[in-house]
């Protein structure tokens, strides 16, 4: 089954030879050595690179394993390589792999390591270098500070739900259903029934990305980490901080855990590519709230499988999809705060916040998003499009809903989109 994944494949052909490497970062297990073995490869060759031109390295593997010291690395690449007038692209799979060897020209110094080796080969100017990898020694956040600007970041995330159909096809409507169940995790696709794919999901949280993060961070209280790792699932789209969750352990008995420590946990899982922060943006006053936030899940299969599938509300679900598909489509993206006058219990006029689910700036270009899963009535209607009165702008605003088929604008310019039209549609914004 073919996944296309066009954006990442046009993001690494426009990094081409640039003399930087290429450092292939996301979550765990969402593709990023088949884009690399696989798509990217596929395409050199179409384009005329010859199979000995492509040096591919799997540190991962046996027959690979020597490579693993990067002086041996470097060595084997460079006989190959140097003097020579093709061009060669390195493809260097589980860079974390790596070892640390000894200088054997200062025993006492520092070890050499990947990076020595890869930015040593980054000199030859006949070759261009790609790596991937992560596991719980090193993330591939981490490999990308390694390189210390001196790399080109290609950021991957699971399958959007337009590569996802790209794969599967049939009807969009039962498509999408078992996309905002399921993921978009790639593997989801070859699982044969709905058990295994439960399975599959279930067990990259308890064999991989916990483990990874308890391992690397040296986690003491793993107990609490799964339990802040429960809450954001539950609360996906809901505005928290780590007081607050700090307030909620405490009622579950769990004692001792400090605010500074749930926001180092907090950080831990940002870190390992599972959620994104979502800061609150004031629109009028131009400048951002420290708290409280929001935070998503960067796939929704893995947050339904580790609350056991329950809690199917459709509009958080619909909320962290929009955010998802917005940040694939590399915007910067904001929950916005506006501000309207109310009248309280005793009379006073008040300045009350009201919130705009989504900001997104690309550039100089800003627009707002809200998300509706339905606006059955004028009351409804007026509640979700309030806020966009209230920037007093003229900034594109666009709601998306999922209770409605063709798109539409309504008579104060605000595009209604259907939710999958609105993921289909990369020209919308």
Excluded at 100 to 123: C, M, Q
Excluded at 302 to 317: C, D, K, P
Excluded at 330 to 335: A, E, G, T
Aim: aromatic fraction near 10%; hydrophobic fraction near 35%; proline fraction near 3%.
């Amino acid at each position: 089954m073919d996944i296309k994944r066009d954006r990442y494949l046009q993001e690494l052909i426009s990094y081409r030879f640039d003399g930087l490497v290429k450092v292939i970062t996301g979550i765990r297990r969402c593709g990023k050595s088949y884009l690399l073995k696989n798509i990217y490869r596929k395409y050199l060759l179409e384009e005329g690179v010859k199979e000995e031109q492509i040096i591919s390295i799997e540190l991962d593997l046996a027959r690979d394993i020597k490579y693993r010291n990067p002086l041996e690395l470097s060595s084997y690449v460079r006989n190959i390589v140097e003097g020579k007038r093709e061009e060669y692209y390195l493809f260097v799979d589980e860079i974390q792999m790596s070892d640390k060897v000894a200088n054997p020209y200062n025993k006492d110094g520092e070890k050499i390591t990947f990076y020595d080796a890869l930015n040593d080969l980054r000199s030859l100017s006949n070759l261009d270098v790609y790596v991937t990898g992560s596991n719980s020694k090193m993330l591939s956040s981490d490999i990308l500070t390694e390189f210390r600007g001196r790399s080109d970041e290609i950021r991957v995330h699971p399958l959007s739900f337009s590569e996802y159909y790209s794969a599967v096809g049939g009807d969009k409507s039962e498509a999408f259903d078992e996309y905002a169940f399921y993921g978009g995790m790639p593997l989801i696709l070859s699982r044969p029934n709905d058990a295994a794919k439960m399975n599959y999901l279930k067990s990259l949280f308890t064999e991989v990305y916990i483990k990874d993060i308890v391992e690397r961070k040296h986690i003491e209280r793993q107990d609490v980490l799964e339990q802040i790792l429960d809450l954001l699932c539950s609360s996906i789209g809901s505005l928290t901080n780590p007081a607050k969750i700090a307030d909620t352990l405490q009622s579950k008995q769990t004692k001792g855990v400090s605010s500074n420590t749930i926001r180092a946990y907090i950080r831990h899982l940002e870190d390992a590519f599972l959620f994104s922060e979502s800061k609150r943006y004031d629109v009028k006053g131009k400048s951002y709230f420290d708290s409280p936030n929001k935070y998503y899940c960067e796939d929704l299969g893995l947050r339904n499988a580790r609350i056991g599938f329950r809690q199917q509300e459709m509009t958080h679900i619909m909320e962290n999809i929009i955010y998802n598909e917005l940040v694939n489509r590399q915007f910067s993206v904001d929950v916005g705060v506006v501000y309207a006058r109310t009248v309280n219990e005793k009379g006073n006029s008040v300045r009350t916040p009201r919130e705009i689910d989504f900001v997104v700036n690309s550039g100089g270009k800003k627009t707002y998003v809200q998300s509706a899963y339905a606006m059955p009535s004028e009351d409804k209607a007026e509640a979700e499009l309030r806020p966009f009165a209230l920037t007093g702008d003229s900034f594109p605003k666009i709601v998306v809903r999922k209770d409605i088929g063709k798109r539409w604008y309504d008579d104060k310019g605000i595009l209604n989109i259907s939710l999958i039209d609105f993921l289909l549609d990369k020209t919308v914004i």
